[in-house]
Nanobody
Framework: QVQLVESGGGLVQAGGSLRLSCTSS????????MGWYRQAPGKQRELVAV???????NYADSVKGRFTISRDNARNTVYLQMDSLKPEDTAVYYC?????????WGQGTQVSVSS
């Protein structure tokens, strides 16, 4: 199985920055996609950004130009640098690893942005 451990959430004022980290362990295959999703109260979980082992990325339109996803394959770690944060970015952020048709999730980390 795969375990994902997130860190880096917190409370920040609008316009501020946060950096999330997620380290995976267990049976990790060489071909996988890691990413971040978020879920705000009363809303469905939505994609924020994903990145392949090769470094190809995809972002939600709402975060393009403000968030940057990156990964360290040697450490099986994915990062999400979040700049110019807005109150609407407030949510629980979940790390995800997808491989061989299976998806694994972290426990989630709270990001709160005050206006």
């Amino acid at each position: 199985q795969v375990q994902l451990v997130e860190s880096g959430g917190g409370l920040v004022q609008a316009g501020g920055s946060l950096r999330l980290s997620c380290t995976s362990s267990g049976r990790i295959f060489s071909v996988n996609v890691m990413g971040w999703y978020r879920q705000a109260p009363g809303k469905q979980r939505e994609l924020v950004a994903v990145i392949t082992v090769g470094g190809s990325t995809n972002y939600a339109d709402s975060v393009k130009g403000r968030f940057t996803i990156s990964r360290d394959n040697a450490r099986n770690t994915v990062y999400l640098q979040m700049d110019s944060l807005k109150p609407e970015d407030t949510a629980v952020y979940y790390c995800n690893l997808h491989q061989m048709g299976s998806s694994f999730w972290g426990q989630g980390t709270q990001v709160s942005v005050s206006s």
